[in-house]
């Protein structure tokens, strides 16, 4: 006999291998669903874009440096010439020669910004975005999980319908198959074999229902998972049970630490804040130092290129300042604009808070009466399937009639199905209060 079970055992735990079938978990759902979907796909390169970004603002400050080289043929005039003193009489004398046939010249120029209040501020305003940027990514990987744990409840309730539903036509089959008998030996009215008949046919028609309901769920969280739809994917899982929430006010104030909708208006606040010092610094200076090496030269060789010892060497060194006096009211009108966006920003701020608090409320309240309805449910859910056994065996007895014994079995089967519903939506109200107060 133990060595039947483990047999049995290793084949079930095998058995999703064997067949090619996959088998989806709760965890592995989220997991595809961080790997694959396609709005976190894309929110990941939003990512990446602003990190370059941040990137480009720092090139503001850091210096820059350039090299250049050329060479230029010379294609008239072909001659030159030049006033000069003759040494001899301090006569103006005019020579004239031939002029080279190819122009050089190879450049260093290295160009430090000094000072610049919108640069510095533009870096801030880039850190800020890439900031955000990943608050949203984030807060859009909680809404992905939200929604992937609903479908996956969704399913679980729906095997549980489908597996309720096969125990009723079963039992009703098995009955069906009695009440034949009991016809044959005259037990039993013909009446009696057609109504559960019919209750046969009812029971197969609801059994369809469900697995419909069953596959349209599946089909659901593949959408989600942005794969294919796999007709033998197996889905493995159970429904939490309830084992208590934190107290409302300490909920509340989890929610004002943890909610990402806070930290990204608190981040957005302060980077617009960096905004309005942007402008202010359009009305500072900028400078700017720059250096320049060069060499320059000329032959009847393009082969004298590189010829540096015949190059006529030229150091410069620049200091700049551009300073924008007056731009029309241009600054001050946009620093006067995204104040205005600011205040809106803190408006925004005040609302979302008012709408977690009512949020969390109603989440916590329905956790409350789930809770309750689950209670209630397990308490009469053992009662129920003692009455229908005992019904099954009156009936098979000849102590009650069919009647009796369908009213048994959809007694029992409601509280199954009451049981796992009451388990259904305190995991959806569950899975809702988590995301309210931010976990």
């Known amino acids: 006999m133990r060595i039947v079970i483990k047999i049995s055992l290793i ?9 090619g079938a996959e088998e989806f978990t709760l965890d592995r759902c989220l997991q595809t669903a961080y790997e694959r979907n396609l709005d976190i796909r894309q ?20 210096p820059s440096i350039s090299v250049t080289s050329g060479a230029s043929f010379i294609i008239e005039p072909t001659r030159a010439s030049s006033s000069m003193t003759n040494p001899a009489t301090g006569d103006l004398m005019s020579v004239s020669y ?6 050089f010249q190879h450049a260093l120029q290295i160009q430090q910004v000094l000072f610049s209040g919108q640069a510095f501020m533009g870096i801030k305003i ?12 984030e807060l859009l990987k909680r809404n992905i999980k939200s929604q992937i744990e609903q479908a996956f409840y969704a399913i679980i309730m729906t095997q549980k319908v489908v597996e309720i539903a096969q125990a009723s036509y079963s039992q009703d089959t098995s009955h069906l198959r009695i ?3 009991k016809l044959k030996n005259g037990l039993a009215s013909e009446f009696e074999v057609l109504r559960t008949s019919v209750k046969v046919s009812a029971s197969r028609s609801e059994l369809e229902n469900a697995k419909l309901s069953n596959r349209l769920a599946q089909l659901y969280m593949f959408a989600l998972l942005d794969m294919s739809f796999a007709e033998d994917a197996k889905f493995a899982g159970d429904f939490a049970k309830p084992t208590g929430i934190p107290p409302l006010d300490e909920a509340l104030k989890m929610a004002k630490e943890n909610r990402l909708e806070l930290k990204i208006i608190s981040r957005s606040v302060e980077s617009f804040g960096y905004l309005v010092n942007l402008y202010r610094a359009s009305y500072l200076p900028g400078i700017v130092a720059q250096g320049k090496f060069s060499f320059a030269g000329a032959s009847n060789q393009f082969g004298d290129y590189v010829a540096f010892d015949d190059f006529k060497k030229d150091w410069t060194v620049a200091l700049g300042l551009q300073w924008t ?21 803190k408006l925004q701020s005040e609302q979302i808070l008012l709408g977690i608090s009512f949020e969390i409320n109603q989440a916590y309240w329905q956790l409350a009466q ?46 199954n199905l009451l049981y796992y519903k009451s388990l259904f939506n305190y995991n959806n109200a569950l899975s809702k209060f988590n995301r309210a107060i931010g976990r």
């Not at 397990?378 to 009662?383: A, G, N, Q, V, W």
């Open 179 to 181: 009440s034949e008998e």
């Open 98 to 103: 031939d002029n080279f046939d190819y122009g």
């Open 11 to 19: 084949i079930s735990l095998l058995a999703p291998f064997i067949s």
């Open 126 to 137: 880039a850190g800020a975005q890439r900031d955000l940027e990943q608050m949203n990514y």
């Open 370 to 415: 789930y809770e309750l309805d689950y209670n209630a449910a397990l308490s009469s859910i053992e009662e129920a399937q003692k009455m229908l056994d005992i019904a099954n065996v009156q009936y098979q007895g000849g102590l009650i009639t069919f009647v009796e014994l369908n009213d048994a079995q959809l007694a029992f089967d409601a509280t």
């Open 325 to 345: 006096l007056f731009d029309g009211l241009n600054r001050e009108a946009k620093i006067h604009e995204t104040k205005t966006d600011l205040e809106k920003l």
């Open 43 to 62: 929110k990941v390169l939003d990512l990446q874009k602003f990190e370059a970004k941040v990137s480009q603002a720092y090139s503001g400050v850091f």
